[in-house]
């Protein structure tokens, strides 16, 4: 009985909306809200240059009030409409083909910060970066940290549900939001913005709309957990023979850190050399290049205690021939220094010639190590010049493989085999009972994998779900479900 499609009753892409309905929608904005065609381009343009936007109108509203009016404008004239955060997405969610963009980048209030209940609460439009200032001013971490913080913003990282490098102490976004505010297809306003760590009545609708991709309703605020700031950090890159070796570092530090692990990343030397080869500037961080690498974090909220505990696991980890070699950072400038190395990872392949083959997933962390050789052996099996870029957040289970062309091309015949790449590499995955998005969401790019992948029951329910919320299918059509 649930087996609908809703995939008939969305606007068909690039249908042209009625200029009488664009008037609608103009009529309730504020004229400030309205951008100027000469403004329209950073929202037609996506970070990977895969998916070029096209639109009508670009609204940027200035309250959740107006938000509203304008969604209820746009339900009753049945104009579809795509939100934007910061466009740093990486699946093609934010594109548009032809409907109205809404952009929340003047939803900027800090509505709250509360110290001593360990919240706040941001509009949507606030960026990652300024949320963690906000947060810093009040003496208390917002420990979301992705490499995109200075774009990206807390509506489009709740709505990707994003991860980065913290996720194995706080968790993801999902798991640092209370509370949210959110104005549905209708224009109707979701007042779900509650402070309440305990709160069991009935079904949790704010986890519908994080990772959710703009498909039910614009996520207009939200109330996000805060912190104690950790006052000491250790941070090493180390050298190691092995993903397996890898693991059995994770477990040790995890075992022996008493909860003060912070991030764990892994890196092949095939990310490492592209990063050093785009940014000659940076410091090798040892010095053999080693096959793999670990860049380990610890953090704790006492000072003087950490080196102790931290030195004690990288000597054991030393002697058990786990590590071959490292650098401990000594000061902040070079723990950043460290740091930067892995947040270009992304930027280095985009600067490569080759355009690249992005799979974002993850698997259960004691299978990485068999999972990076069978995709391995996938890749060289179908192409030996093949270039691998395998890197990711290891204590979360989740590796990002990717694969870049042989160095001197042909790109043209490269591109034209990239989804045959993506499909075996995500049937290795399944076959680890893995996932085919770990943290960057559908969008575009994953949606019809989707629903090969998803059980018919799941997609049932899902396609249940965005029914119910949006019947007349004008959130985001073509994302996530189709
Ligand atoms: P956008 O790109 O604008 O939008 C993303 C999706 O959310 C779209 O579907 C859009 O329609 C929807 N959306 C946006 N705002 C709203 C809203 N207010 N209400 C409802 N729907 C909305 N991700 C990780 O998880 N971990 C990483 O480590 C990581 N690193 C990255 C590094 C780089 C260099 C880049 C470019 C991206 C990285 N990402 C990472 C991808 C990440 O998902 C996005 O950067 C971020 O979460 C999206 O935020 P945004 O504001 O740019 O959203």
Known sequence: ELAFYILKEHLPPMTKIPESALQALRAVADPKSILPED???????????????????????GSTEELSRIMAAAYAHGVAVVPQGGNTGLVGGGAAKGEVIITTKRLRKVRDVSPEGFTMTLEAGITLQE???????????????????????????LSTNAGGVHVLRYGNARDLALGLEVVLPDGRIWEGLN?????????????LFIGGE??????????LKLYPRPKDHV?????????EHAVKLLSMAQDRSGGQLGSFELMNAGTVDLVLEHFPDLPRPVKERAPWYVLMEFASGQKGILAQVAGGILENAF????VSDGTIATSEAQARALWTIRHNASEAMKN????????DVSVPIASIPAFLRRADETVHGMEPGARIIAFGHMGDGNIHYDILGPKDGPHDAWRARMTDFEHSIHDVVVEFGGSISAEHGIGQLKRDELAERKSPVEMDLMRAIKH???????????????
């Not at 703009?214 to 109330?223: D, E």
């Not at 941070?235 to 993903?243: C, R, Y």
């Not at 490569?352 to 799979?359: E, F, H, L, Q, Y």
Request: with cysteine; glycine share 12%.
């Open 131 to 157: 949320a963690q200032q906000e947060a810093e001013k009040a003496d208390r971490l917002f420990p979301l940290s992705i490499g995109a913080e200075g774009t990206a913003n807390i509506g489009g990282v």
């Open 352 to 359: 490569d010639p080759s355009p690249c083959v992005k799979c």
């Open 39 to 61: 403004a329209w381009a950073p929202h037609l343009e996506e970070w990977r240059g895969r998916w070029p936007g096209e639109t009508p109108l670009v609204l940027a509203p």
């Open 195 to 207: 402070a309440l760590r305990k709160n069991n009545t009935g079904y949790d609708l704010k986890h």
């Open 468 to 482: 119910a919320i949006d019947p007349k299918g004008l959130m985001n059509p073509g994302k996530l479900l189709g």
């Open 319 to 322: 002697e058990e021939g786990l």
């Open 214 to 223: 703009g498909t039910l309703g614009i996520i207009t605020a939200a109330v």
């Open 235 to 243: 941070t090493a890159f180390l050298a190691v023979p092995s993903p």
